[in-house]
């Protein structure tokens, strides 16, 4: 039996497998929206969608080109612009932006590269890869190869970031083995020369693909299943690379982490609530403190001395001379719980909790764990009491860089490492070469951040590499980060001056969900997520103890100063917020702000854009492209035809009669009427007259080789093209 040409794969088949193609594709770009700081996802997906219609119509290649070109830049100016689309602000601003990015590539500086060149390299994927996935699953039917990379992909993504697949791996498990099932299938027809007519009569065979991938789906999904029978990869990797489990090079979903040895590197958002509290202030609460810089990230200089208590908490980080309000409060911790730690405002001096529940305090850094029968477990809440410090400024400022207080006082809190370079030193001898006292040289480098350019950027942070220290870099090449870039440069700056710090962790207040006084309640209540986890500064003055700092951009500091003894109200040194604004919605606002400059700068207009209507518009256009896209597809037969109709009238060359032969040819084998490899030009016409009641096939097909082998020119042109016109208008009904 004489085998099919390969590519006489029905329309509808090829439509099918196409879009299995494209689905799996989109499992690449699902996570993309939770690993990194990429908005308007939705963008991506239409635009990826509009590359694969294109590729499917299988239209001429400069015609693609156009279209998935024009539909990249209609994306971009969407994304970016406020200008018209295509005036001289526009493109002058493309070839600028275009220019930054090539130098940066080249110079491997890769933090420097810009949203728009971002967005733009990630839209050209979509679009060469509406290409790749065509070929793959249409022209070649060979997919098991982009089966496996998606499953690898998302198991990387699994593993090492914050994306967790879970049950969801199901969907690309289901649409790869009915790929596989079909790509077979049609591979099976080919090998034994079977029409693909009788799949399209028998749809029956599609029956046995669709029951073996539900039932495998179930039993895999309903079976019992063995728990890891491999240890955990990450640590390995980690050692081997020198990455600490946190931040390290992998984008890594905000929250509280214990591991704080490599910082650096990208997060994303997390809304998830860690708890609830009750209090009548809003204030940070804190779980832990470290003392050891390593030029990477923070350790402890020796292990915990936990000593335990009863319902209280006798860390106590002040003086006696600081001036205290006596307050109550309640924490609630939400479902599922993972912190295995207290947390607890500053001067907590009474927990609440069940009588079965150790409470193990180290007295020196202020860390307290929770547990029962010598297991560390997760409150589900608690009561607390504590003495809400105001910090004297009037003493404060009567303590000196040079009082550092014992010998340990001085090893624990101004140790550095060696390696940390020089220009460190300069820069903070330089910030506080006007002041005097401590606290003045303390704000002077609290307030420095802010007045010097520095970002808040929770993406595309860099991690220092194997000989670069992590402070240097954010003081001196990146300038971009989130608190925990800002509050260890402090900390080491302050002690290049001999100014014990330490660095601390836990979390802000929260956004305040309900107010006391409007419900009439005694409180407050705060809620706070996995987003509000922070890190921030706290100082050592000898007559007033640990004082909290805040140096991290869009964060103020919620500790209280006492300005009575002297100290004018108006300082600039106070940075208590006149409003109720969250510090998290204060570094979205920041990131607002720039996002909208940056827009100026590029843009003659001065209008702002609704960006509801501007996606409106988007979707609207784009759909508005698609509907004359499928149009154009669904009439491109008749618009053929009328075309080369157009031609045999003017030009009734042979080169035209030739060209409407073979779009005759395609007509009937597009209609079910192929012509066999064996089979001669005559016989075939033999077989469409009779099919079709007619001589025009034999009359065209004899003109045709005339034509073709001794060259004649046809002289009754209006008659050889009224036969084809109504031979096609007999096939197409």
Same mark, same amino acid.
């Given at each position: 039996?004489?085998?099919?040409?390969?590519?006489?794969?029905?329309?509808?088949?090829?439509?099918? /497998?196409?879009?299995?193609?494209?689905?799996?594709?989109?499992?690449?770009?699902?996570?993309?929206?939770?690993?990194?700081?990429?908005?308007?996802?939705?963008?991506?997906?239409?635009?990826?969608?509009?590359?694969?219609?294109? #590729?499917?119509?299988?239209?001429?290649?400069?015609?693609?080109?156009?279209?998935?070109?024009?539909? /990249?830049?209609?994306?971009?100016?969407?994304?970016?612009?406020?200008?018209?689309?295509?005036? /001289?602000?526009?493109?002058?601003?493309?070839?600028?932006?275009?220019?930054?990015?090539?130098?940066?590539?080249?110079?491997?500086?890769?933090?420097?590269?810009?949203?728009?060149?971002?967005?733009?390299?990630?839209?050209?994927?979509?679009?060469?890869?509406?290409?790749?996935?065509?070929?793959?699953?249409?022209?070649?039917?060979?997919?098991?190869?982009?089966?496996?990379?998606?499953?690898?992909?998302?198991?990387?993504?699994?593993?090492?970031?914050?994306?967790?697949?879970?049950?969801?791996? *199901?969907?690309?498990?289901?649409?790869?083995?009915?790929?596989?099932?079909?790509?077979?299938?049609?591979?099976?027809?080919?090998?034994?020369?079977?029409?693909?007519?009788?799949?399209?009569?028998?749809?029956?065979?599609?029956?046995?693909?669709?029951?073996?991938?539900?039932?495998?789906?179930?039993?895999?999904?309903?079976?019992?299943?063995?728990?890891?029978?491999?240890?955990?990869?990450?640590?390995?990797?980690?050692?081997?690379?020198?990455?600490?489990?946190?931040?390290?090079?992998?984008?890594?979903?905000?929250?509280?982490?214990?591991?704080?040895?490599?910082?650096?590197?990208?997060?994303?958002?997390?809304?998830?609530?860690?708890?609830?509290?009750?209090?009548?202030?809003?204030?940070?609460?804190?779980?832990?403190?470290?003392?050891?810089?390593?030029?990477?990230?923070?350790?402890?200089? $020796?292990?915990?001395?936990?000593?335990?208590?009863?319902?209280?908490?006798?860390?106590?980080?002040?003086?006696?001379?600081?001036?205290?309000?006596?307050?109550?409060?309640?924490?609630?911790?939400?479902?599922?719980?993972? *912190?295995?730690?207290?947390?607890?405002?500053?001067?907590?001096?009474?927990?609440?909790?069940?009588?079965?529940?150790?409470?193990?305090?180290?007295?020196?850094?202020?860390?307290?764990?929770?547990?029962?029968?010598?297991?560390?477990?997760?409150?589900?809440?608690?009561?607390?009491?504590?003495?809400?410090?105001?910090?004297?400024?009037?003493?404060?400022?009567? #303590?000196?860089?040079?009082?550092?207080?014992?010998?340990?006082?001085?090893?624990?809190?101004?140790?550095?490492?060696?390696?940390?370079?020089?220009?460190?030193? $300069?820069?903070?001898?330089?910030?506080?070469?006007?002041?005097?006292?401590?606290?003045?040289?303390?704000?002077?480098?609290?307030?420095?951040?802010?007045?010097?350019?520095?970002?808040?950027?929770?993406?595309?942070?860099?991690?220092?590499?194997?000989?670069?220290?992590?402070?240097?870099?954010?003081?001196?090449?990146?300038?971009?980060?989130?608190?925990?870039?800002?509050?260890?440069?402090?900390?080491?700056?302050?002690?290049?001056?001999?100014?014990?710090?330490?660095?601390?962790?836990?979390?802000?207040?929260?956004?305040?969900?309900?107010?006391?006084?409007?419900?009439?309640?005694?409180?407050?209540?705060?809620?706070?997520?996995?987003?509000?986890?922070?890190?921030?500064? $706290?100082?050592?003055?000898?007559?007033?103890?640990?004082?909290?700092?805040?140096?991290?951009?869009?964060?103020?500091?919620?500790?209280?100063?006492?300005?009575?003894?002297?100290?004018?109200?108006?300082?600039?040194? !106070?940075?208590?917020?006149?409003? $109720?604004?969250?510090?998290?919605?204060?570094?979205?606002?920041?990131?607002?702000?720039?996002?909208?400059?940056?827009?100026?700068?590029?843009?003659?207009?001065?209008?702002?854009?609704?960006?509801?209507?501007?996606?409106?518009?988007?979707?609207?256009?784009?759909?508005?492209?698609?509907?004359?896209?499928?149009? !154009?597809?669904?009439?491109?037969?008749?618009?053929?035809?009328?075309?080369?109709?157009?031609?045999?009238?003017?030009?009734?060359?042979?080169?035209?009669?030739?060209?409407?032969?073979?779009?005759?040819?395609?007509?009937?084998?597009?209609?079910?009427?192929?012509?066999?490899?064996?089979?001669?030009?005559?016989?075939?016409?033999?077989?469409?007259?009779?099919?079709?009641?007619?001589?025009?096939?034999?009359?065209?097909?004899?003109?045709?080789?005339?034509?073709?082998?001794?060259?004649?020119?046809?002289?009754?042109?209006?008659?050889?093209?009224?036969?084809?016109?109504?031979?096609?208008?007999?096939?197409?009904?």
């Amino acid at each position: 039996m004489v085998k099919q040409d390969q590519n006489e794969i029905p329309f509808l088949y090829a439509f099918i /497998m196409y879009v299995l193609g494209l689905l799996l594709f989109l499992e690449w770009l699902y996570p993309i929206g939770q690993i990194t700081d990429t908005s308007n996802m939705n963008l991506f997906l239409v635009y990826a969608l509009f590359c694969f219609v294109i #590729s499917l119509l299988q239209t001429r290649w400069w015609l693609s080109f156009l279209l998935k070109g024009f539909g /990249m830049l209609f994306i971009i100016q969407a994304l970016f612009f406020e200008s018209s689309f295509f005036s /001289m602000d526009w493109m002058l601003y493309m070839v600028d932006d275009f220019q930054w990015n090539v130098e940066a590539l080249f110079s491997q500086r890769w933090y420097e590269l810009t949203p728009l060149f971002r967005s733009a390299l990630f839209l050209v994927l979509i679009w060469l890869m509406s290409y790749l996935i065509h070929y793959w699953f249409v022209v070649v039917k060979r997919i098991l190869l982009f089966v496996i990379l998606t499953f690898i992909y998302l198991a990387v993504l699994d593993t090492f970031t914050a994306y967790k697949v879970g049950l969801s791996i *199901i969907r690309p498990f289901v649409l790869a083995f009915i790929a596989l099932g079909l790509s077979n299938f049609f591979r099976v027809l080919y090998d034994e020369g079977i029409r693909y007519a009788w799949a399209r009569k028998n749809p029956r065979w599609i029956i046995p693909i669709i029951v073996t991938v539900l039932a495998a789906s179930i039993i895999g999904v309903s079976a019992p299943k063995f728990g890891p029978q491999w240890s955990d990869p990450v640590p390995y990797i980690q050692a081997v690379t020198g990455y600490g489990n946190g931040s390290g090079g992998t984008v890594q979903k905000v929250g509280y982490g214990e591991d704080d040895s490599r910082l650096g590197g990208s997060f994303v958002q997390d809304d998830t609530v860690v708890f609830q509290a009750k209090v009548n202030e809003k204030h940070y609460w804190r779980i832990e403190s470290k003392d050891i810089y390593t030029g990477k990230g923070w350790e402890r200089s $020796e292990e915990l001395a936990y000593m335990e208590q009863t319902n209280s908490l006798s860390y106590n980080s002040f003086s006696q001379q600081v001036e205290t309000e006596a307050l109550e409060g309640e924490v609630e911790f939400a479902e599922p719980l993972k *912190i295995k730690k207290l947390l607890y405002p500053y001067g907590t001096e009474k927990v609440e909790v069940d009588t079965n529940v150790r409470l193990l305090v180290d007295e020196e850094l202020g860390e307290a764990r929770t547990q029962i029968n010598g297991k560390d477990i997760s409150l589900k809440g608690y009561k607390l009491q504590y003495n809400h410090p105001s910090f004297p400024i009037e003493l404060m400022k009567e #303590s000196f860089p040079n009082d550092s207080g014992d010998a340990e006082m001085r090893k624990r809190y101004l140790q550095l490492p060696e390696t940390l370079p020089d220009r460190v030193y $300069e820069l903070a001898a330089d910030i506080t070469s006007d002041d005097y006292n401590r606290y003045d040289k303390v704000r002077s480098v609290e307030k420095y951040f802010s007045r010097n350019g520095f970002v808040y950027q929770i993406s595309d942070v860099p991690v220092p590499s194997k000989d670069q220290d992590y402070v240097d870099q954010f003081l001196f090449d990146s300038q971009l980060g989130y608190c925990d870039n800002y509050s260890t440069s402090m900390v080491v700056m302050l002690r290049t001056l001999g100014i014990p710090a330490r660095w601390v962790k836990g979390f802000t207040s929260g956004e305040r969900i309900e107010r006391g006084a409007s419900t009439g309640k005694e409180f407050d209540v705060y809620e706070v997520t996995n987003k509000n986890a922070h890190s921030w500064v $706290e100082v050592y003055f000898p007559k007033v103890g640990w004082v909290p700092f805040e140096p991290t951009q869009g964060f103020s500091n919620l500790a209280e100063f006492d300005v009575s003894t002297g100290t004018s109200s108006t300082d600039d040194t !106070l940075d208590a917020p006149e409003t $109720e604004t969250n510090p998290q919605e204060q570094q979205e606002n920041i990131k607002k702000k720039e996002e909208e400059k940056a827009v100026e700068a590029s843009s003659s207009a001065t209008k702002e854009k609704n960006p509801f209507s501007m996606n409106l518009f988007v979707y609207a256009g784009i759909v508005m492209l698609l509907g004359v896209t499928f149009m !154009l597809y669904r009439h491109r037969f008749q618009l053929q035809t009328a075309f080369i109709e157009r031609k045999l009238m003017q030009n009734p060359d042979a080169q035209t009669y030739q060209e409407a032969y073979h779009h005759l040819l395609k007509l009937l084998k597009r209609n079910g009427i192929p012509r066999d490899s064996d089979q001669t030009l005559r016989e075939y016409a033999k077989r469409i007259d009779i099919r079709y009641d007619t001589d025009s096939m034999g009359q065209l097909t004899n003109v045709y080789e005339r034509m073709l082998y001794n060259n004649e020119k046809n002289k009754s042109t209006t008659e050889i093209t009224q036969l084809w016109k109504n031979l096609i208008k007999r096939i197409m009904g």
